[in-house]
């Protein structure tokens, strides 16, 4: 079986509960028809830790989130506030799109929101395509350090995520080694080519009492540590001057596969960030240069 | 939520264990993109009593039926025969057709067969349009006895399904009261237009003991009892003489609903019946005349 089908076949199972939400989202993957497009669950942000709910689908080419919003969430102004609010931050915060399919309708009202999404799509992977900008799904790509390598920078939108911390250290030429020490393995390695910046690969799962909430509507991620003393200490060791790290976010994807997905790069935030809370790192940068360690600002 | 919407949803809820059969079910409803096409899981017989697995999906207005064969399917020889055995005896007994999708395929390959496939339904309803015998999947009508008593006739390609004992006797001009005995309903009532007739409700539950095994494929139910002398009993009552019974088979349907399904018109088989298996019905008319009596033969 090909890996699209046994990802997208995956991600449909996983919608499965929600039965209109599930109907709407295989609706838009088989109308769309088009296997050059990849179509992402955000999985990769704990919803347990974020303080806002995900989108339901997530087109990374073209920077799109698509909501399904099920007869419940129109039960209340509170909750129809409260969707309006996040998906104003998602669009805020990412410089992302929010298309929202309003399911209160009947079927066929349903159907031509559906067919103004696709339009939509489709649209805007044509004009990528005549721009000459469209990057096809290649989930072999993905997954290929030396992919990246030779590409010569990684962007959020690429979809950039290795399945081993070895595959990560490859890509920036840093000694494996040296990520290991003991039992343990360290949370993170300089970058030879700027040792300004630290390579950090945290995760979504506690590890020896650290913990990351990454808020991805946000773009933030939040390090504290299960003991009050660790966890200010850590936050007076980055109060002052600028840290910056480039982050892979460690998380289980849709195939049950372990993931280091690369998701930019961040800065201490000073003004956030406190003893209580921990340290807040928010993102700068979408885009980075490989060899000469650029950034590009969102 | 629309009725096709809602029944549409659950029926592609219910697949979804079966990650790729799944996917191939959805797609096929959502390129196939026709309201006016039925598509329907042989929910009414039960799995667990039936000899033969059932077909995934069944498209009633064109005798249709789809086998979605994951993998597993073709592990072994015996598997495959299997598989070839069922697929010709619902083909010889129903005179419906079946379609095999065969997912050891890739993703391209399995939507290049799923185009086939719709093709060929897409050309059949053309046909039956053209010759103005197609009729629209109209659930309102299913259900409503007054419109199947307009029609003047009954088929069970039409799908005409009661959601009580009242609607079938409604149907008939039987009275119903008559069917109400004490405490207990009675499982038939005769046609009172033709008193060699039985209209009968046997279910795919047990009911004080009487058990009906219906097999779709082979077109037989088999009616037993819990008790061996009431089970002999009855088999010596049906074995002389030629007893004709016009069938709703009683099942809860895909909404939860319970249903009573017009399955065909049946008489007692007397080489198949004998007291220890019970007296076996086959199927011997498709369409009744609702005002002749008249069973037109398969």
């Given at each position: 079986m090909s890996y699209k089908l046994d990802y997208i076949s995956r991600l449909l199972q996983r919608t499965s509960s929600k039965r209109i939400e599930h109907y709407v989202i295989s609706r838009i993957w088989h109308l769309l028809d088009n296997y050059d497009l990849k179509m992402t669950p955000q999985q990769y942000v704990s919803r347990?830790?974020?303080?806002?709910?995900?989108?339901?689908?997530y087109f990374p080419q073209i920077g799109l989130h698509v909501e399904v919003n099920e007869p419940a969430h129109y039960e209340s102004e509170d909750r129809i506030n409260r969707d309006l609010k996040r998906q104003k931050q998602i669009e805020v915060n990412t410089g992302h799109q929010v298309f929202v399919i309003d399911c209160r309708e009947?079927?066929?009202?349903?159907?031509?929101?559906?067919?103004?999404?696709?339009?939509?799509?489709?649209?805007?992977?044509?004009?990528?395509?005549?721009?000459?900008?469209?990057?096809?799904?290649?989930?072999?790509?993905?997954?290929?350090?030396?992919?990246?390598?030779?590409?010569?920078?990684?962007?959020?939108?690429?979809?950039?995520s290795f399945f081993t911390i070895e595959d990560i250290c490859l890509l920036f030429d840093a000694d494996y080694q040296k990520t290991k020490r003991g039992f343990l393995r360290k949370g993170a390695i300089a970058n030879p080519k700027n040792i300004n910046q630290l390579i950090w690969w945290p995760s979504e799962h506690p590890r020896?009492?650290?913990l990351n909430n990454f808020d991805e509507a946000v773009g933030t991620i939040t390090e504290t540590h299960s003991d009050e003393k660790r966890k200010s200490d850590h936050y007076y060791h980055h109060a002052q001057g600028t840290h910056i790290r480039i982050c892979f976010f460690h998380y289980t994807d849709i195939l049950g596969l372990t993931n280091y997905k690369y998701v930019g790069v961040f800065t201490n935030d000073k003004e956030k960030s406190n003893p209580e809370i921990g340290t807040v790192w928010k993102r700068i940068g979408d885009k980075l240069n490989l060899k000469t360690t650029e950034i590009s600002e969102i």
């Open positions: 347990e830790l974020s303080q806002y709910a995900l989108t339901d689908v009947d079927i066929l009202g349903i159907h031509s929101q559906i067919d103004k999404l696709l339009s939509k799509i489709n649209s805007e992977v044509k004009e990528q395509i005549e721009n000459g900008i469209f990057k096809p799904w290649r989930p072999e790509n993905e997954h290929n350090p030396n992919y990246w390598k030779n590409n010569g920078y990684i962007n959020i939108s690429d979809e950039v020896s009492g650290w």
